[in-house]
């Protein structure tokens, strides 16, 4: 069964930092894109980056350009998100989503059940 | 691409038929447009890709269609466990992805 466990959130300041973590199972990791994708409170969704498969090419929305660094470690099945200069509007519960194929222009297609996140002083 | 999804809410008694609407502010290149299920309290599911293929597990009373810059989810008999938010989302080959604002079915 596939299955996304993210981990990582919590509370932080802003301008802080923060690394969630996406743990993949279910299977083969390398060949499949992982994305991240946000969801305000009480809001709708937002892509905030991609990591395709094999060659760990990288995209994300302006919004976190600059600041968000996602990555993916194949011995540990993983991808990390790491989240720097935090923002209030960054407040949001984070999922991860697997791609339906290795390339950026696949749909995802299991979610992970999110991990929140909270940028307040 | 701004994608904006009509109506905002959808109220209806079950086994009618819901018609979700999703417009594209530029015409989608390829089919890269699916919908995806947002129960409260819960991750979105995959619904529909490429426009009109199914997810697995998703039943035939669900189907998309369209072309260009609009799309449309249909639920040809609504069920009470339809009740949800339903996104659209485009995933084309150059960022940046966007989704829908959403449109909520409620079961009267």
């Known amino acids: 069964e596939v299955q996304l466990l993210e981990s990582g959130g919590g509370l932080v300041q802003p301008g802080g930092s923060l690394r969630l973590s996406c743990a993949a199972s279910?299977?083969?990791?390398?060949?499949?894109?992982i994305t991240w994708v946000r969801q305000a409170p009480g809001k709708g969704l937002e892509w905030v980056s991609t990591?395709?498969?094999?060659?760990?090419?990288?995209y994300y929305a302006d919004s976190v350009k600059g600041r968000f660094t996602i990555s993916r470690d194949s011995s540990k099945n993983t991808v990390f998100l790491h989240m720097y200069s935090l923002r209030a509007e960054d407040t949001a519960l984070y999922y991860c989503a697997k791609g339906a194929g290795g390339s950026f222009s696949y749909h995802t297609d299991v979610w992970g059940t999110g991990t929140t996140v909270a940028v307040s002083s | 691409i701004v994608l904006t999804q009509s109506p905002g809410t959808l109220s209806l008694f079950p086994g009618d038929r819901a018609t979700l609407s999703c417009r594209a502010s530029?015409?989608?290149?390829?089919?890269?447009l699916a919908w995806y299920q947002q129960k409260a309290g819960q991750a979105p599911r995959l619904l529909m890709y490429g426009v009109s293929g199914r997810a697995t597990g998703i039943p035939d009373r669900f189907s998309g269609s369209g072309s260009g810059t609009d799309f449309t989810l249909t639920i040809s008999r609504l069920e009470p466990e339809d009740a949800a938010v339903y996104y659209c989302?485009?995933?084309?080959?150059?960022?940046?992805?966007?989704f829908g604002q959403g449109t909520k079915v409620e079961i009267k």
């Open positions: 530029q015409r989608l290149s390829g089919n890269y």
């Open positions: 279910g299977f083969i990791f390398s060949s499949y894109a």
């Open positions: 990591i395709t498969g094999s060659d760990s090419v990288t």
């Open positions: 989302h485009q995933y084309s080959r150059s960022p940046p992805w966007t």
